[in-house]
């Protein structure tokens, strides 16, 4: 692929998601693909309604399950339930993923020059961006 751009962003909270949607947005006339991490049970079940509201402002997104941080799921949610309920409501493209060998595929089938690719969220992605740099690049 030709003039990818790729960022790295910590932020797992939605206003910090939202910020570098916006910013993005707003330097680049690009397609924007997010592979999104939520960070704790809690913070993903407190923020729900703003998760769905802020990742279905890209083109494409694909979704991570939760990264606990040593958190016990008292609170009975996953990354599927974020998924089905954006799925309802986006008209663009989500994918949710349980095994992450399968974005390496997913990329092969969506990427187009131009792209701009955020890893967005703490927790695990860092080695999935390491992956994808070392495999894909």
């Known amino acids: 692929m030709k003039n990818l751009l790729i960022f790295h962003d910590y932020g797992h909270h939605p206003n910090e998601i939202f910020n570098i949607i916006y910013n993005i947005k707003k330097i680049y006339k690009r397609r924007i693909i997010m592979i999104f991490q939520p960070h704790r049970y809690s913070r993903t079940k ?18 991570l399950d939760i990264y606990p ?3 016990l799921n008292i609170f009975n ?7 089905s309920k954006i799925k309802k409501n986006k ?23 131009n792209d701009i690719i955020i890893f967005q969220g703490a ?9 994808f740099f070392n495999e894909t690049l």
Do not use: M, P, Q, R
């Open 123 to 131: 927790g695990t992605i860092n080695n999935i961006l390491l992956n």
């Open 46 to 63: 407190i923020l729900f309604y703003n998760y769905i509201n802020i990742l279905s402002k890209v083109d494409i997104l694909i979704l």
């Open 77 to 83: 949610i996953n990354s599927y339930d974020l998924y």
């Open 91 to 113: 008209k663009n493209i989500i994918f949710y993923i349980k095994n992450i060998n399968f974005i390496k595929e997913i990329f092969l089938n969506i990427l187009k020059d």
């Open 69 to 71: 941080a040593n958190e």
